[in-house]
């Protein structure tokens, strides 16, 4: 009995020193995960950050592969013609943008670019899309003139601001056929990033591009899929909780020259006939003909500009309308579906906005971003009907101390 005793004692014992162990400083793991599992996770062998994405990372980068014989085909004219000026826009957010990286060569659309001048051709005008702090729905709006007009051979769209649900989805599934549809017939590639917790909107993203037979580089998954085996650290490639560093640019640039090096070292093994795009749609294509209008545009009649006579600013858009004395402004257009995008600051001073729609008030607007991270510009639907009307809009500012507020431009559809 005694040496039962004993033995129950050195196993129990045994077990508090395996538990204690695992306890290094690190978040602990959830209560439900068994010991083994802790084990595993803290001793598995880490990836060497300064050679870049692992194999494996690289592997489960390309979530799905598609049709490629667009982006075949493109690559082929490059390389059959070392002259030929290949056109590259990346679409997207502040990552796009280049957030976080540390000098401009560093961001991943410019190492991509470098990429190509060194394995594809010299001859590539990339265009850099990318504007923070935005989503789809913006994008859609204003894809025409920021990427279509330009008539591009290779399109990448990444908007890590998308949340994963039925709005978004509609939003994306517009932007992606407007973008096959180009007459051109351009390569379109989606790019999905992750947060540090995996929030992303992959999964409603990728439906769309499933249906489209559209190519996805998936960061999330390659990342993810580390940080939770315990091999990766998400601080060693971000220095918040969803911008790659340099490191991360990196990676996330290997994933993409990984996947297009495939083709191109292999290019005579793949279909190079591109096709017409006349899929139907994965939605209702909400935003088919969406675009940004402002005081250039003969499609907005001001009926009252009343106190928003100054010239709102920021970043490409230039010609909205700005108080600092509240007041309203009256506005006629014609639309299905109205957005507007506008300034939110930080600085206390822009206020909150009533928007009425025929005389019916649709939704409450706020400019204050006090305490927040930064100005930065931000899109909401206003308005969505079935029909195409004519409409009248007011936008007035409550009373209060806070009187600026800047709307940068309207969103048709």
Known sequence: ????????????????????????GDSQSS?????????ESKTAEKIDISKGASEKML??????????????????????????MTKICFLGDSITQGSSAQSSSNQYVNRFKTWWEENVSYFVDVTNAGIGATDSYLGVHRVQTDVLDLKPDIIFIEFINDSDDFFFKSAMDSLVRKCMALENNPAVVLIE????????????HSE???????????????????INAGTLNWKDISP?????????????????????GKIKDNIDSYD??????????????????????????????????GSFTETASFGRFGAGWGTTTGGSATFEMEFKNL?????????????????????????????????GWGNYMKADEIYTSDERAKHTITVTVNDGDKKNFKILSWMLS
Do not use: W
């Open 1 to 24: 009995m005694i040496k039962k005793i004993i033995c129950m004692a050195t196993s129990l014992l045994m077990l508090i020193s395996i538990m204690t162990a695992c306890d290094n």
């Open 272 to 305: 190079k006939q591109s096709k017409p795009f006349d899929a139907k749609p994965v939605t209702e294509d909400k935003y088919a003909d969406a675009r940004c209008v402002d005081r250039q545009s003969s499609e907005v009649t001001v009926i009252d500009e």
């Open 240 to 260: 918040d909780n969803i911008h790659p560093n340099d490191i991360g640019h990196g990676m996330l640039a290997q994933m993409l020259t990984s996947f297009v």
């Open 193 to 204: 990033m992750t947060m540090d917790n995996g929030a992303s909107a992959q999964n409603v």
């Open 339 to 371: 957005g507007m995008l506008y300034m939110k600051t930080i600085d206390g001073l822009s206020g909150n906005v009533t928007i009425t729609v025929d005389g019916k008030e649709v939704k409450p607007v706020s400019g204050d971003f006090s305490g």
């Open 31 to 39: 209560v439900d995960e068994s010991v083994s599992s802790t084990v």
């Open 59 to 84: 592997e489960r980068s390309v979530l799905f592969e598609g049709d490629t014989s667009r982006l075949a085909e493109k690559l082929n004219n490059a390389l059959s013609d070392k002259e030929y």
């Open 208 to 226: 769309v591009a499933k249906a489209y037979n559209v190519p996805v580089i998936s960061y999330h998954d390659a990342i993810m899929a580390e």
